[in-house]
């Protein structure tokens, strides 16, 4: 047999390895990801990195033991040898009475639509290169711009193929471009950056660099001359492109592992309300060329649009096959491929409902208050939802922009938060959450 690395030979085998050393049941998957990268400081080349390289890994189980290993050797050999290793250790771990294959009525079943993830654009070292000179020169050419953090672009290309012992086998492949760049601005001894950046799954839809390098050098001047401001409650809002940092807890906190371990503040809010009312978070797998769209989840699992947050209630936990065992509910396609270790949980692509307000008018009606344009350093008991997170951006009183503020912090109760959550109307779409900017009213702002 000729065992071509990426091809479902080579899981074929390894599961009959498995088998052969005494496994019941097994998982194996290919990855492999092919990726070139450039990057550029003050206009002088810094790096070129080219990256080629795929493995395989096994989940082994035997009753209700199991292990998990990975290896870079996809020799025949290679893959005997992982087999009996993964299954030596099964035989040794402890018992887990929920570990097993997902039940293959919840598996994903072909046709699959075709989501249009991978492009055949292969950009030349040169491209890249060119495309990071442009953005980072956008951005040094920004009034008050003097120095740069550097400037990247990169290409890649991935695949992915997941097969059991039952019988299950599919394959993904796709593509990822990005472009991003860091100004520094500087007023004597003032200085301050910012960034901008984006990732595609096609080539040409990349935006145009020149565009983004700009963006991130008036981004960068807007901040010189920063102050700090007295501790106080007041509305805060959270600029769009970093609104997803408040959000990303909530993510967590419905997964179904910590929800089964009593470790997630929203465990017993199942079915009830969470956000404010009219609040809504859709998630959809099938968007075409979507950050985060997939035909099945890592465990092979059919995945399908849900709404995750419903006019602020909560509608659902994201599962994968083991704790929606411990729960006593049934998987929902949110696995996440373990990949050497066992399966974990993850989402596909999420699109909060946006408010009719926006940014201009959030701050208008506001008042006064703190836009947030940065944040950095969050804190979170995850038991409790006690959350606090510094941030940096812009004081605004009468309902305009007065000056940029750093050295402060935010805080509160998540609970609490997201239970009084108001949306904007300006999408970002830069990511796999597409999200307008959040303001919360009197919120807790730390300073001086």
């Not at 290169?129 to 956008?138: F, R």
């Not at 935006?207 to 509305?235: M, T, Y």
């Not at 940029?404 to 609490?416: C, F, K, M, Q, R």
Request: aromatic share 6%.
């Amino acid at each position: 047999m000729a065992f071509d690395a990426d091809s479902p030979a080579a899981l074929a085998a390894l599961i009959d390895y498995a088998r052969q050393a005494g496994a019941e049941a097994c998982e194996a998957s290919f990855s492999a990801r092919e990726s070139i990268s450039a990057e550029v400081r003050m206009g002088v080349l810094e790096g070129m990195e080219r990256e080629e390289g795929g493995s395989v890994a096994l989940r082994a189980l035997i009753g209700k033991r199991q292990a998990a290993a990975s290896s870079t050797d996809l020799s025949p050999r290679g893959l005997k040898e992982l087999a009996e290793r993964t299954v030596a250790m099964a035989k040794a771990a402890p018992e887990d009475k929920f570990c097993g294959l997902l039940d293959e009525r919840f598996r994903a079943r072909p046709p699959y639509a075709d989501l249009d993830q991978s492009d055949t654009a292969r950009p030349s070292p040169q491209q890249l290169l060119d495309l990071s000179l442009a953005c980072e020169a956008a951005a040094l050419a920004a009034p008050g711009v003097e120095n740069s953090g550097g400037a990247g672009a990169s290409s890649s290309v991935s695949r992915f193929t997941y097969a059991t012992s039952d019988g299950f086998e599919a394959s993904d492949q796709s593509t990822s471009y990005g472009i991003g760049v860091q100004a520094i601005a500087g007023r004597g001894d003032d200085m301050e950056r910012d960034y901008e950046g984006r990732s595609k799954r096609f080539f040409a839809d990349l935006p145009q660099a020149d565009a983004l390098g700009r963006i991130a050098g008036e981004r960068a001047v807007r901040r010189l001359g920063s102050k700090k401001i007295e501790s106080q409650k007041a509305p805060v809002i959270f600029e769009n492109r970093v609104a997803s940092s408040i959000l990303s807890p909530f993510f967590s906190a419905i997964s179904g592992p910590s929800v089964a371990r009593g470790v997630s503040f929203l465990k017993d809010k199942l079915g009830g309300r969470v956000f404010a009312p009219g609040f809504r978070i859709h998630e959809d797998p099938f968007v075409k060329r979507g950050p985060a769209s997939r035909h099945f989840d890592g465990e092979g699992g059919a995945v399908k649009p849900m709404t995750l947050i419903d006019d602020g209630v909560l509608t659902a936990w994201m599962l994968n096959a083991a704790s929606a065992r411990q729960l006593g509910l049934e998987p929902n396609g949110h696995a996440s491929a373990g990949h050497g270790g066992p399966p974990g949980v993850s989402y596909a692509n999420l699109f909060v409902k946006p408010g009719t307000d926006d940014l201009a008018a959030l701050v208008r009606n506001a008042g006064k208050g703190v836009l947030v344009t940065d944040m950095f350093s969050p804190s979170l008991n995850m038991n409790t939802g006690d959350w606090s997170v510094g941030v940096s951006g812009f004081w605004f009183e009468s309902g305009e922009i007065a000056f940029p503020v750093s050295e402060i912090t935010v805080a509160g109760n998540l609970i609490d938060i997201f239970a009084r959550l108001r949306c904007g109307a300006d999408l970002d779409q830069r990511g796999s959450l597409e999200i307008p900017s959040l303001i919360v009213d009197d919120l807790a702002i730390g300073g001086v």
